[in-house]
């Protein structure tokens, strides 16, 4: 039986140039996390202080940005295609862009790490989440602008594909993969509008002079408009191989079709209008609309709690299919030593964790003892850093032979790979989460204060430390074994079956449930209705006290070629 690169060769080619992009900026990103981890920590010093924020912005831009978007784009290309079992309307189009979402990631990248090299008058330490007073160099906004204009691209393209299947299918109901990336692709559509009238509207004029000052405020709220919406971005490429791959990996079939639709709906319900919950402590927003947005965040936990259930009852019944028994011996007859799944069984164990601590940033209350703490990146580093990268990374195991044509070079290693990202996440987010309890701050490289020590309430701050620094070395010691065994993995001949990559139907198919569940129109009314509720009476506040472009003359970051300049707009910045 034919592979994907057999039956779609074309579409193949920007799925393998897609990922390749994913996987260098995965392995830049993974040695600027070593560097944080170890400096940070201060168990081994190459770069000055100053530099930590090059690193950090780094780090954050080419993991949470680059990795993951573009590791979707090409997962999405093949869902769509391998689904709707017909190739993309027009190559060219999905050539295009793929060449301009790569070129807005490749000047984000320049302006970054052009922040090492002082000679230079270029910086871009604005960190991920690039928001005012901080000002970058405007090569890196215009870069970010092409690479959401980029995914937009992509999703018409996935679009036109699913317009013309349907024209030749009027009264099928939608795939399911293409139903999760339609439905992925409206939220983005309407979580990136923030985002994108903040930096085509303020942040690229501001960064070129044309206006002067900037609300930051405004680009703030505009930013976690879409920073929240954008971690389901990157966890629906996630949830589609854990509902549709990992139960054939198992050795059995999806439990519910209807059931995967209905969550895949409440996300694009439910992801955009709950973004304020970042700026519980954000004067200037009433307490009214941050609990609001408290309220909203929790219904989210109704998605993820359907995906637990329905995942593990797809995982258990392949268990059950290859002789498992009992109530928790099943679990013995699993397939643990084939990396994607087992990758993808650990990075939803601590998906799980992820969720719980997530509950601790969402409570309006509680989120005051751990903002702006270690705890946050502790729990992003669950949730992206795990259920995210490592399904990525396990999923690749199963889906490049697909995309080559050729085994891959070791399973062993692969293996290998998948537990020592687990058992280094868990040494990293624990001690992250707990000195997050203490009040360390995240976002600084000198973590201490003057005549202040923190004290940890198990163990010590030492302790803490040492965790985090061999977490990181672990983390980057994975990412070096996957990169590696990948790489090798382009030297095998090409054979004919490299990897069965053919999809059982699920045991509950899509045809005994509402038909409404494919209305896309009607649930995307229904988004952008509660996203006007939950955001226009704050942007108006915002806006009535400080105007569209407030008066904030922003701080440029690129400090040693503009010590002067950056220290006298701090200045008027905290006067």
Do not use: C
């Not at 002067?212 to 929240?228: C, D, K």
């Not at 259930?309 to 679990?331: C, D, M, N, P």
């Amino acid at each position: 039986m034919a592979t994907f690169v057999d039956r779609y060769p074309e579409e193949a080619s920007v799925v393998k140039a897609s990922l390749v992009v994913s996987f260098v900026a995965l392995g830049i990103g993974a040695l600027f996390g070593l560097v944080q981890a170890l400096h940070r920590t201060g168990y081994f010093r190459v770069i000055d202080s100053v530099d930590y924020y090059t690193v950090l912005t780094g780090h954050g831009v080419l993991l949470a940005l680059v990795f993951t978007i573009f590791f979707l784009v090409g997962l999405f290309t093949w869902a769509v295609v391998q689904s709707l079992e017909r190739p993309l309307p027009d190559i060219r189009l999905t050539w295009a862009w793929f060449g301009l979402t790569t070129t807005g990631a490749v000047f984000v990248a320049v302006a970054i790490l052009a922040g090492f090299v002082p000679s230079i008058d270029m910086s871009a330490d604005v960190l991920y989440t690039f928001y005012a007073p901080l000002q970058a160099h405007p090569l890196f906004y215009v870069g970010l602008a092409m690479f959401i204009v980029g995914t937009w691209l992509a999703g018409a393209d996935w679009f036109l594909a699913y317009r013309d299947w349907r024209g030749d299918n009027p009264d099928e109901r939608i795939p399911l993969q293409t139903f999760m990336v339609l439905t992925t692709m409206l939220m983005w559509y309407l979580s990136t509008i923030g985002v994108a009238v903040s930096t085509v509207f303020f942040l690229i004029p501001w960064s070129f002079g044309i206006v002067e000052t900037v609300n930051p405020l405004l680009t703030r709220t505009l930013f976690w408009f879409f920073g929240h919406p954008v971690v389901y971005f990157w966890l629906m490429p996630a949830y589609l191989m854990w509902y549709t791959v990992m139960p054939k990996l198992a050795g059995g079939r999806l439990f519910s079709d209807p059931l995967a639709r209905v969550v895949f709906v409440l996300f694009l319900l439910l992801s955009t209008p709950v973004g304020i919950h970042h700026q519980y402590l954000d004067p200037g927003i009433a307490e009214g609309f941050k609990f609001i947005a408290m309220t909203n965040t929790m219904f989210l936990l109704l998605p993820s709690l359907l995906t637990a259930f329905t995942v593990v009852a797809s995982v258990e019944h392949g268990a059950r299919q290859r002789g498992g028994e009992g109530y928790i011996k099943w679990l013995g007859a699993l397939p643990w030593r084939d990396p994607a799944f087992t990758g993808m069984a650990l990075a939803g164990a601590l998906f799980a964790a992820g969720g719980f601590s997530g509950m601790i940033n969402a409570g309006m209350n509680i989120n005051y003892l751990i903002h702006n703490t270690l705890w946050v990146p502790g729990h992003f580093h669950l949730t992206v850093g795990t259920a995210v990268a490592l399904t990525m990374m396990a999923g690749s195991y199963w889906l490049v032979p697909q995309l080559t044509g050729k085994r891959l070079y070791s399973r062993p290693i692969g293996l290998l790979q998948v537990v020592l990202w687990f058992v280094g996440m868990v040494f990293m987010s624990n001690a992250m989460h707990r000195a997050g309890l203490v009040g360390i701050p995240r976002r600084t490289a000198e973590p201490q204060y003057q005549s202040f020590d923190f004290s940890a309430v198990i163990g010590t701050v030492g302790e803490l430390r040492a965790q985090i620094a061999l977490g990181g070395f672990l983390l980057f010691v994975s990412v070096v074994l996957f990169l590696f065994n990948l790489l090798l993995s382009a030297f095998e001949e090409p054979i004919e079956n490299p990897v069965d990559d053919s999809l059982p139907a699920p045991l509950s198919g899509a045809s005994g449930s509402p038909v409404v569940l494919d209305n896309l129109r009607l649930w995307t009314a229904i988004a952008i209705v509660l996203v006007i509720l939950a955001y226009t009476l704050p942007l108006a506040s915002i806006v009535g006290d400080a105007g569209l472009f407030g008066n904030v003359p922003g701080v440029p970051v690129w400090v040693s070629a503009n010590a002067e300049v950056t220290i006298e707009a701090l200045t008027e910045v905290i006067a």
